[in-house]
């Protein structure tokens, strides 16, 4: 009896089988074309473009991007407030209206996915949702710094304020920028013109779509004799105690008949203890340093301070450019050596990298990963993610980043360093400084690179932390670089980091601090 129920079910599903397997060749063979053309018809694909995208804020609650109802075939426009578009525009970026320009740069690329409709809730409660992020850079501190670069109105130029104990990017700013509601335009004329203005018609490597802060990269100049300073106590703390000769110029040894010689930027007569080395940026004292040093104990410092290595910054990965230390075989023989010591010769850096740097030393040796957003708000309002602070890299020690730190003061309290009085008193041109009485003291580093040589035209960069006086932790590190193009000065003119980059800096770190960001 038993054995006769089990064939009858045995038989019974054996039949449900067939039939099955009939119905599935039926509907994946026979009726395949005829069933894609019908779905396709009820149930076209929806193009993202025909759909809102999550909200954008600042740190301080503005709107910076947000999706409005339109009346036309795409349903929904983004849009980038007129105040801020174009000091946000390298932040946020943009998406084009059209599937022609399928282009995404900025923070809109970058978390393309929680802005865009997802599926959100439980699993009883799916729905359809997007994500709002939320900056940790200010409108008015990001408004501050575009507006002083619009003012200096120097193609190429960069500012970013971070905070060393987060990485919170506070400002980042460079100039040219651009208005992304030309990219967002429902008229593909006006989208398509922009596209090849701004993507394609400008000069790729100082183009704004890319976001100058973190794309482009020049000589550092003497801002990277930070890293050379951390390298001597690192790897060679004997070369602290030296006293350097007070010279003009440098001859490299064995660099050949006749030997290569190396003057000072200003041909100014320099030299002393490291503290007066670096508070003078004096060149020869310190290609001197890059000999003694070494190629290996450079290349190690730079790397360890992020130089060869991609900035994690949540940004498109072709917005970031990785600063270059060159390799170890190729400043093997001098004068490369000292050359790559005072940031000349193969070395480059992005406006981040020398904030980063900077946020370096002012954190104890320990490199935060920097980031825009602080935090990502879901459609039903629940935190869908926050960031949580974390270490890049370990640039170097404790005492060796309090060491440094104590030696950039000499920059701009030393009256023979290259920042002396930028931060209290009146500039050399006479324009008053940002600072009033009684201000945060700061440590800073200046940095004048020349292209090549018998060429006019420099790389001015100035990099500072306040408040940094003896006991002080800074709470805010910037850095600035402003080039002045080769067609435009003279030889003569000597532009300098402080006299250049300096105007960039001072009022974004005294707006930081004055804000209490962070």
């Not at 039939?19 to 063979?29: G, P, S, T």
């Amino acid at each position: 009896m038993i054995n006769r129920r089990i064939r009858i079910v045995g038989v019974a599903m054996l039949v449900c089988f067939v039939v099955l397997f009939l119905q599935l060749n039926n509907i994946q063979i026979r009726q395949a074309a005829s069933l894609s053309k019908k779905f396709q018809t009820i149930n076209p694909p929806t193009s993202e473009w025909k759909l809102p995208r999550g909200a954008i804020f600042s740190a301080d609650g503005k709107i910076l991007a947000e999706s409005v109802p339109s009346h036309d075939q795409y349903k929904w426009q983004r849009i980038y407030p007129k105040a801020t578009a174009e000091a946000f525009a390298n932040i946020i970026g943009y998406v084009a209206a059209s599937p022609d320009l399928a282009t995404q740069f900025g923070l809109e690329s970058y978390y393309n996915n929680y802005l865009q409709q997802h599926s959100g809730g439980g699993v009883l409660t799916k729905h359809q949702q997007t994500d709002d992020l939320i900056l940790t850079v200010s409108t008015k501190l990001q408004l501050l710094a575009q507006a002083t670069l619009d003012q200096a109105a120097l193609p190429g130029s960069a500012v970013v304020a971070i905070d060393p104990k987060n990485g919170d990017i506070l400002a980042m700013a460079g100039y040219p920028t651009y208005n992304p509601n030309l990219f967002a335009s429902h008229n593909l004329k006006t989208a398509l013109k922009a596209f090849k203005k701004y993507v394609t018609g400008t000069p790729y490597y100082d183009n704004a779509v890319f976001n100058i802060p973190s794309f482009v990269t020049r000589p550092p100049g003497s801002t990277f004799k930070v890293v050379t300073t951390s390298a001597i106590f690192d790897h060679a703390p004997h070369i602290a105690s030296q006293v350097f000769p007070r010279v003009p110029t440098y001859t490299f040894p064995n660099s050949g008949n006749p030997p290569v010689v190396l003057q000072n930027y200003a041909r100014e007569i320099c030299g002393g203890p490291l503290a007066d080395a670096l508070a003078a940026s004096c060149d020869t004292s310190y290609s001197k340093i890059g000999v003694e040093l070494g190629a290996q104990n450079l290349g190690t410092e730079a790397r360890a301070f992020g130089f060869d290595h991609r900035i994690p910054i949540d940004l498109p990965s072709q917005q970031v450019s990785v600063s270059g230390f060159p390799p170890t075989d190729q400043i093997t023989a001098t004068p490369y050596e000292g050359y790559s010591a005072i940031g000349q010769y193969n070395d480059t850096a992005s406006p981040l990298q020398m904030a980063l740097v900077a946020s370096a030393i002012a954190n104890n040796g320990k490199i935060m990963v920097p980031h825009l957003v602080q935090r990502i708000i879901s459609g039903d309002g629940h935190v869908a993610f926050r960031y949580h602070p974390h270490v890049w890299r370990v640039a170097t020690s404790a005492s060796t980043a309090q060491k440094v730190r104590s030696l950039m003061l000499g920059v701009t309290q030393n009256p023979i360093g290259t920042a002396y009085g930028l931060f209290h008193n009146p500039l050399p041109n006479g324009t008053p400084a940002y600072y009033s009485q009684g201000f945060p003291e700061a440590a800073a580093k200046t940095g004048t690179a020349e292209p090549q040589k018998n060429v006019c035209g420099t790389y001015n960069w100035l990099v500072a932390m306040a408040p940094a006086g003896p006991g002080q932790t800074p709470t805010v590190a910037v850095a600035a670089l402003a080039p002045i193009p080769t067609n435009s000065y003279s030889c003569a003119t000597n532009p300098t980091g402080a006299s250049v980059a300096g105007p960039l800096l001072l009022p974004v770190l005294e707006g930081a601090l004055k804000m209490n960001l962070p």
